[in-house]
């Protein structure tokens, strides 16, 4: 399961009802916004628009969503044992409640009146009966908040993403830019409109074609109006009222938290331990915001953990896809009744804190060793500045093909590099470090013709592959730990890497990580290495340029 769906039931119909309502106001707000060129169009962006909306199935699935979205965040915020939460989350909590507030009136008015009522409900409708009006200008608020809430929402579920961070700008500019859009197409064909009703004839032709509502028609909207937000007020009431019952019903009932380099209190019984953090001023890092669909807020248990109710599928889920101990669970998913002694993992400058067990873990992965050649030559009598400029570029450009393989850059060494691929297992791993090597030398073909347009000398590298037995682990000073690898498999590695100058070859890759990818070697052309610091000899697969690797893997098949 993709990061981005973690969470339990309710959370993730919580996203996508979210998202089916965010699809809607979207392309609403856009068709309103057509109200600037002229009649025509912003008519055919309706009628375009409810070929959708306007027909069983889409009006059930808008409508579910509507109700459910809602009813779920009432829910859970009823459910919460406090009202302590970050600044980001009340403001999205205020907008999304006020949005019921606004909108029953614009639904009575539009969809209600349709389709009781036979009214009909255009743009052209609905801009001269908002026009100079407070509703009219409490409508425009509503279309603020909505897209605002909804762009909230959005970010807060996709910003671990790196092709959201990456786009997070331009993405911003066009959440600016459609509310303005929206708003000047309803007072471009607002204008327009209330010139044509101007003109009795015209005004009388008008009405008729939108069936106007009499005026014990709009009595009767307004009453329907009414009484839905009565009902939303009472349900409001009843959630209010549930809290309030589940906090005095725990207020005597207390537990005592111990945090490990923090303090010591006493909570409410009840609350999660995220909320116990919140409500006492103990710093929790939680980006999601306690939902349960991150695993930053996660703590290692260092006693009373045997008394914890057990991880939920959801939760067990997220924490295995990180590689967590044993001891460690989700602060926002437990509850404590009994007294618990606790580590926080991350702390609040994001840096990560260390558990008093060891976290070091052995793993058979495939490793990849790179550097540039000729780098100390190349930059003497350069200014640090271009020194620097040139590395930044050349990892921009070489770095996505690692990642993109689904490999992680462990540690940059000066004009170098070493990266893991931890998958699920040796095979997986093998080949993904092919493909990164393969994406590698494609992306240094790409960039070194860069180079010379710009007048520059290309740039050549080394890169040895191999597959064997690492220890993971977090190693350094307590608060200053990276999670990094060590052991003889890197060392081979690096002297693979090494000897790609000698051979004359951009990459070596070790018989051992060619038959874990599944290759027979009997049919490659290796070459057996003695290398420094390595017991045995190895044997290896020199590679003259890495982008010929499939054409050279492909013949051994054949």
């Known amino acids: 399961m993709s990061d981005l769906w973690r969470g339990d039931w309710a959370t993730r119909t919580r996203i996508i009802t979210g998202l089916i309502l965010f699809t809607f106001s979207f392309f609403h707000f856009l068709n309103l916004g057509l109200g600037l060129f002229s009649d025509e169009a912003i008519d055919w962006g309706q009628d375009t628009r409810q070929v959708i909306t306007r027909n069983v199935l889409g009006e059930t699935i808008i409508l579910a969503a509507l109700l459910t979205h ?25 907008l999304g409640l006020s949005i019921p507030l606004l909108l029953i009136k614009h639904i009575v008015h539009t969809r209600v009146a349709h389709e009781v009522f036979g009214v009909n409900d255009e743009y052209g409708y609905i801009t001269v009966l908002l026009w100079d009006t407070v509703d009219g200008a409490w409508q425009s608020v509503l279309l603020l908040i909505v897209w605002t809430h909804g762009c909230m929402g959005l970010h807060f579920w996709l910003r671990a ?71 939303f007020w009472v349900i409001l009431a009843l959630a209010t009222l549930f809290y309030a019952t589940r906090r005095i019903l725990n207020w005597r009932k207390s537990v005592r938290i111990r945090y490990t380099n923090g303090p010591e209190i006493s909570a409410t019984k009840g609350l999660t331990l995220l909320e116990i953090s919140r409500v006492h001023g103990v710093p929790h890092t939680a980006l999601c915001g306690g939902r349960g669909r991150c695993t930053t807020c996660r703590v290692i248990i260092e006693q009373g953990g045997d008394r914890l109710h057990p991880p939920s ?15 460690a669970r989700l602060a926002c998913q437990i509850q404590p009744s009994h007294p618990l002694t606790v580590l926080r993992v991350f702390r609040p400058d994001g840096r990560r804190d260390r558990a008093h067990a060891s976290q070091g873990e052995e793993r058979r992965l495939a490793i990849l060793f790179l550097d540039m050649r000729g780098f100390t030559a190349r930059t003497t009598g350069q200014l640090p500045y271009d020194v620097v400029f ?87 000073a307590a608060g200053n730990a990276p999670r990094t690898l060590i052991g003889d498999s890197v060392n081979t590695a690096s002297r693979l890497e090494s000897q790609t100058k000698e051979l004359g070859v951009e990459l070596l890759i070790s018989a051992s990580l060619l038959q874990a990818a599944g290759h027979a070697t009997d049919c490659l052309p290796l070459c057996v290495l003695q290398l420094r610091g390595v017991s045995e000899p190895l044997a290896a697969l020199p590679v003259k340029q890495a982008t010929a690797l499939p054409r050279i893997l492909a013949s051994e098949q054949s």
């Open 390 to 476: 040139l590395l930044n570029r050349f990892f921009d450009a070489i770095v996505p093909g690692i990642i993109g393989a689904n490999g992680t850059v462990d540690k940059y060494l000066g004009d170098g590099l070493l990266a893991v691929f931890e998958t699920e297992d040796e095979k997986s791993s093998a080949r993904a470090a092919l493909k990164a090597a393969e994406n590698i030398s494609t992306a240094l073909s790409e960039f070194n013709t860069k180079l010379v347009e710009e007048g520059g000398a290309p740039v050549a590298i080394g890169i040895g592959l191999h597959l064997g037995d690492l220890v993971l682990g977090e190693i350094g």
């Open 313 to 327: 599928a959801a939760e067990a889920h997220s924490l295995a896809a990180v590689k967590a101990p044993a001891n």
């Open 70 to 94: 809602a009813g779920l965040a009432i829910a859970k915020l009823a459910a919460r044992r406090t009202l302590r939460m970050p600044a980001w989350e009340a403001t999205q909590v205020v």
């Open 161 to 231: 993403t790196a092709w959201w961070r990456r786009w997070f700008p331009v993405l911003v500019g066009f959440a600016m830019l459609l509310p303005g859009f929206a708003l000047s197409g309803f007072l471009t064909q607002g204008r327009r409109m209330l010139l044509l009703f101007q003109d009795d004839e015209t005004r009388w032709d008008l009405m008729e074609d939108y069936h106007w509502p009499d005026r014990d028609t709009f009595t009767t909207l307004i009453t329907i109006a009414d009484y839905l937000l009565y009902a």
